[in-house]
């Protein structure tokens, strides 16, 4: 082994998927609110390649099944998997479950301005090469170790005014209520606890490495099975006594002299084998910062003017200030309103969009938009950065032509880029040909990662089409994102189970290359909203409860009449809690 948004408004009462004799397009009716919903034909790319006659049960052996997150989307695959009989084991390099809802007061680590692409955005921390496995290293808990090991955990996106724009009924998981009076709309404390109370309720906590970051996985050459490459690193309390540390600051000349506990940082490599392995990790690890003309030297001149929204944490630090916010997702309009009763003057720069949204998306857009506070100054996208003597005095341009200065700090709220660096070998870009060589660069047909704008070769956003039994849970956007992923960590369970089938390579790659043809490439690829959230979903369940009958699986339900009743009203009790 070599040696790493959003909620959508508005749907349709249950839908009911009838599927004809001829195995080609389901038919759909709606029970209720039809007048209220224009029911349009199911796109090509939705429509079910599994009801073809060229598909079959796995025909690999699968009995061991890694999961990679304890978050919204691994656990509830864990918990579907161990239905089948499965044995189950979830890798979480935090400290407890919860994933991007944990929230910790230490901002994460800067990118680079402009971002490097997606294979450099997030290295693989290996053990030396020769080293025999498993290989502990111990060090001294210093500031470098500190660093590493918030390297091997990076603080997540998760500010302290967070909360779920999602209505909580429509984020519920089949086996766990949430506890009784909790608000449709809340903090992140909520929202954690219910993630970590499904852990423990449902036997999951046990099954899962905690600290333990997954650094490569590989294919077996026989292609059966993988080899997954883990780091666990912890902080190691020696005798509890303080220790004088010394250590030179370069940025103030001078030595900083601080008590801390007598510690060791101890990191643990080693090598498990599966049969199957689910990655769950969500899609906000590497901040995605656009080149814009200047920005690069702006930051190197002025690098604690410039953050990510990844690193936001709390408004008080922009008081009196004036603030830049560049982008128009959740996490702008959040930090906009948090910071503008703080700073003293915030600028919005939104660049013209090419996205072809459909028409509730971007009515839900214009609503989210109409909540920016009224202090808030609009502008265009931006032109260039100019760097000058000083911060205040350096000049940002807009695409109009208006130019303004005296900006104190720039917020980038551009998202993110999807990155594995444990599948290394399957991206490809520049840095894979230098570091590998033109013959290691994965072919268009196994690639999954190119500029970080999308995931390709994925059968349903789930199965990887050269094997499925690598799987992804939780890609898609523009869903209820808990109840969604249960349906996604089913489909996974049930086919890894051997009660569902899955199209050979040919139909799978037929159907994705129909859905790229008819999509294109970039980030919108794997955005749904609403109708074809619930189209999706029909489609998982019509494939599953049709093998379920053959192979004696229990027959699965969509969403019943009150999510959909939640989900109506769900945009005024938003209103409510926002006080708008």
């Keep these: 082994m070599g040696y790493q948004e959003e909620e959508n408004l508005t749907a349709s009462d249950e839908l009911i998927t009838q599927i004809d004799k001829e195995n080609t397009v389901p038919k759909h009716t709606y029970e209720k609110y039809q007048s209220e919903q224009t029911v349009k034909s199911i796109p090509s790319y939705i429509s079910p390649v599994h009801f073809a006659s060229n598909e079959s049960l796995l025909n690999k052996h699968i009995d061991t099944v890694a999961v990679v997150g304890a978050g919204p989307a691994g656990l509830p695959t864990a918990k579907w998997l161990k239905e089948e009989?499965?044995?189950?084991?979830?890798f979480e390099r935090n400290h407890a479950s919860g994933g991007t809802w944990i929230y910790g007061a230490t901002p994460a680590l800067d990118p680079q301005y402009p971002s490097?692409?997606?294979?450099?955005g997030a290295q693989a921390t290996l053990p030396p090469q020769g080293a025999v496995l498993p290989y502990t290293v111990t060090q001294e808990y210093n500031e470098e170790a500190e660093r590493l090991l918030l390297h091997h955990t990076p603080p997540n996106p998760c500010y302290e005014s967070l909360g779920n724009n999602v209505a909580t009924p429509l984020l519920k998981y089949k086996d766990l209520e949430w506890p009784k009076d909790t608000p449709w709309f809340t903090g992140h404390q909520v929202i954690c606890q219910y993630l970590q109370d499904y852990s423990t309720?449902?036997?999951?906590?046990e099954i899962t490495e905690y600290n333990t970051s997954v650094e490569r996985i590989e294919e077996n050459p026989d292609g059966q099975g993988w080899r997954v490459l883990t780091k666990t690193a912890e902080k190691v309390i020696k005798d509890g006594k303080p220790c004088l540390r010394v250590s030179w600051k370069e940025e103030v000349g001078c030595y900083i002299t601080r008590f801390s506990i007598n510690a060791s940082l101890?990191?643990?490599?080693?090598v498990q084998k599966f049969d199957a392995v689910v990655v769950a990790t969500g899609h906000y690890h590497v901040p995605y910062v656009p080149d814009f003309p200047g920005l690069r030297e702006w930051h190197a001149s002025f690098p604690s003017s410039v953050s990510h929204s990844k690193s936001y944490r709390v408004p008080q630090p922009f008081k009196g200030k004036n603030v830049l916010v560049?982008?128009?997702?959740t996490s702008a309009i959040d930090i906009m309103r948090d910071i503008a009763g703080y700073?003293?003057?915030v600028y919005h720069s939104i660049r013209e969009s090419h996205h072809n949204y459909d028409e509730k998306y971007l009515a839900l857009r214009k609503e989210l938009s109409s909540w920016i506070p009224s202090k808030v100054q609009h502008r265009v996208g931006i032109k260039h950065f100019l760097a000058k003597d000083n911060v205040q005095n350096s000049i940002i341009e807009f695409v109009d032509g208006e130019i303004i200065t005296d900006i104190d700090h720039i917020i980038i709220c551009t998202g993110y880029m999807f990155n594995f660096h444990f599948l290394e070998n399957l991206h490809s870009d520049e840095a894979t040909k230098a570091k590998f060589g033109d013959a290691a660069v994965p072919p268009d047909d196994r690639v999954l990662v190119k500029s970080g704008g999308q995931i390709y070769n994925l059968h349903k956003d789930i199965f990887y089409i050269p094997n499925p039994t690598l799987s992804f849970v939780g890609v898609p956007f523009h869903i209820a994102t808990f109840s969604f992923f249960e349906f996604q960590a089913l489909a996974v369970a049930r086919a890894y189970g051997k009660r569902a089938r899955l199209p050979d390579e040919s139909s799978m790659r037929a159907e994705w290359n129909e859905r790229l043809k008819q999509k294109g490439d970039g980030r919108e690829f794997h955005a749904l909203g609403a109708e074809l959230e619930q189209e999706y979903i029909q489609n998982i369940l019509a494939w599953l409860n049709r093998d379920g009958a053959i192979y004696g699986a229990e027959t699965l339900k969509g969403h019943e009449s009150w999510w959909f009743e939640v989900k109506k009203n769900a945009l005024p009790e938003l209103r409510k809690k926002l006080n708008i």
Excluded at 326 to 329: A, E, H, L, Q, V
């Design 85 to 90: 009989g499965l044995t189950v084991r979830i």
């Design 116 to 120: 490097e692409i997606p294979s450099v």
């Design 201 to 205: 309720t449902l036997g999951l906590t």
């Design 266 to 270: 101890v990191a643990n490599y080693e």
């Design 326 to 329: 560049i982008g128009n997702g």
């Design 343 to 345: 700073a003293n003057n």
